[in-house]
C-alpha cells in the first residue's frame, strides 16, 4: 500500500484531492492541517475520517512520523503532496515588517522542507519508496508586484526538488502547475489593491469570463497522472 500525506488540506483543491483519495481507495490519506476547527467541519459535513495530523508552532514534524511509523501497515511507499502555499500578504518589497517576512519564509519554504526532509530520512531509514507531487505555479518563473514571497517560495521549492531527484534518481517527482484556479486565494487576489499588484483586472476578468479552473477537476488530474499512474514526461508539468 502507498500512504499519502498531504498538506492543505483545507483548501480548494487539497480538499478536493482528500475527498477523492477517500473514495477511490488508493491508500491511506494523512491530511496536514494547521486549523483544527475548519479541519473538522470541512470533513464531518462530509462524513469522511482520514488520519490528521494538526502543524504546531515550529513543528519538527517528529508527530507525524510517529503516526507513519505507527500504522500497522506496511507502506511500499510514500506519496508527500506538497499544497500548503500562502499568497499572503500581497505587498510591495520595502513594505514588510520583520516578523512579516519570518512569517512568510518559515510558512512557505522552512515547513514544506523541514516535512519533507523528515519524510525523505524516514524512507531512507525504512528502505521505502518516495513520490512527491509538488503544486507549481508559473508565478515561479515570472516575477509578479507585490507577489515576492510567494514567487520565491514556489522557485525555492522547485531548485530543492531538483536536488533531491538528483541525489535520488529512484525517487519520483514532480512539480504540477494547475494554472489559475478558482479557489479562496483567488477571490484573495481580486480584491487586492491596484498599486500593489499590477494585474488584478486581469484576474477579475478572469473570474468574469469564467475561465477558473475548477479544484475537483484539477484533483482529478493529479490523482489520473501521478496517483493512480505514474506518467510524467518532465519535472514540471502543467494542467491540461
Known sequence: MQKIILTGATGGVGFQLAKKI??????????VYRNRQKYEDMFDK????????????????SGLINLLDGDEHEAENIVLILNAFSIIPIASIGTFATEEIEEMIYGNITRNVLMLNRV?????????????????????????????????????MNAMLATLASENP????????PGVVDTDM?????NTDKNIFNRVDTFIEYKERGVLRKPEDIADQ?????????????MREKAV
Do not use: M, T
Not at 518516495?130 to 514567487?151: K, M, Q, T
Not at 525517487?171 to 504540477?176: A, E, K, L, N, T
Open 22 to 31: 477517500i473514495s477511490s481507495d488508493i491508500g491511506k490519506l494523512y491530511c
Open 46 to 61: 462530509e462524513g469522511l475520517f482520514p488520519e490528521g495530523y494538526l502543524l504546531e508552532n515550529k513543528d519538527d514534524f
Open 120 to 156: 525523505v530520512e524516514y524512507c531512507k531509514k525504512n528502505d521505502i519508496g518516495l513520490r512527491v507531487i509538488n503544486l507549481d505555479s508559473g508565478a515561479a518563473d515570472h516575477p509578479l508586484n507585490g507577489w515576492s514571497n510567494y514567487c520565491a517560495s514556489k522557485a525555492y
Open 170 to 177: 529512484d525517487y519520483q517527482i514532480v512539480s504540477f502547475d
Open 186 to 190: 483567488q477571490a484573495k487576489i481580486r
Open 222 to 234: 493529479i490523482i489520473d497522472r501521478y496517483l493512480l499512474n505514474w506518467n510524467p514526461q518532465s
